[in-house]
């Protein structure tokens, strides 16, 4: 049969607050998390990744936090910016397997 | 250093007939990848590849088909186009499935009228 498509999420964020954006994982044997930033009409772009024996690291305005305790990951971004607007995944992968991608959540910034 | 390519960037099919997406890679990645994301959705794997030769399915893989002949080239088939493979089509790649990010194409947008 047909399947239903999921609709994305959606934050809205001024410019110049912090914005989170929250992903649940499924595979608890996952060892590896990435969060992607696609902007429109364009491919994912990198922007972070953490580890399993990892709980947080720091990028440039970016943070990531990883609880797998809850198979939790979050996304920080600080002094959001009109050029963060974009739909941000998270991937997760687990040794000799394929990366899985989230839904995706669409970050608005309003200027 | 061109990454992930992708070709065709565009495409508009009539319902029924057939085509090839291709996706190179120069950065001797095993692991690559293709994705389907419709308007306002995230992305869905349709067939990935472990390395040259192989292939396996994703998660939506009815109505296509891939094949891995060559390490830095991953093809995409539709056979027999249909109205609901109007999408847009990502080809990505990673140097293995453990630890290390995916680089993604530019995308094909196809449309089957």
């Known amino acids: 049969g047909e399947s239903v498509g999921l609709h994305l999420p959606t934050l809205s964020v001024q410019e110049g607050d912090n914005s989170i954006i929250n992903c649940a994982y499924s595979?608890?044997?996952?060892?590896?998390f990435i969060w992607y930033k696609q902007e429109s009409g364009k491919g994912p772009q990198f922007i972070i990744d953490?580890?399993?024996?990892?709980d947080k690291r720091q990028g440039q305005r970016v943070t990531v936090l990883l609880n797998k305790t809850v198979k939790h990951l979050s996304l920080q971004i600080a002094a959001t910016q009109p050029g963060d607007s974009a739909v941000y995944f998270c991937?997760?992968?687990?040794?000799?397997?394929?990366?899985?991608f989230g839904a995706g959540t669409i970050l608005r910034v309003k200027s | 250093n061109a990454g992930v390519t992708q070709t065709p960037k565009f495409r508009v099919l009539k319902t029924g007939q057939s085509m090839t997406l291709l996706c190179a890679q120069d950065?001797?990645?095993?692991?690559m990848y293709w994705y389907r994301q419709d308007p306002g959705m995230g992305l869905r794997l349709i067939h990935y590849?472990?390395?040259?030769?192989?292939?396996a399915k994703g998660e939506v893989p009815d109505g296509y088909n891939v094949s891995r002949l060559k390490k830095q080239n991953f093809l995409l088939g539709l056979e027999s186009a249909a109205p609901s493979q109007t999408s847009v089509y990502f080809c990505?790649?990673?140097?293995?499935?453990?630890?290390?990010?995916?680089?993604f194409g530019q995308g094909t947008r196809l449309t089957v009228v």
């Open positions: 950065m001797n990645h095993e692991y």
């Open positions: 590849s472990v390395g040259e030769g192989t292939t």
């Open positions: 953490i580890r399993s024996n990892m």
């Open positions: 991937a997760e992968g687990a040794h000799g397997n394929k990366l899985v």
């Open positions: 990505a790649s990673s140097y293995s499935g453990t630890g290390d990010e995916a680089f």
């Open positions: 595979n608890s044997a996952s060892d590896y």
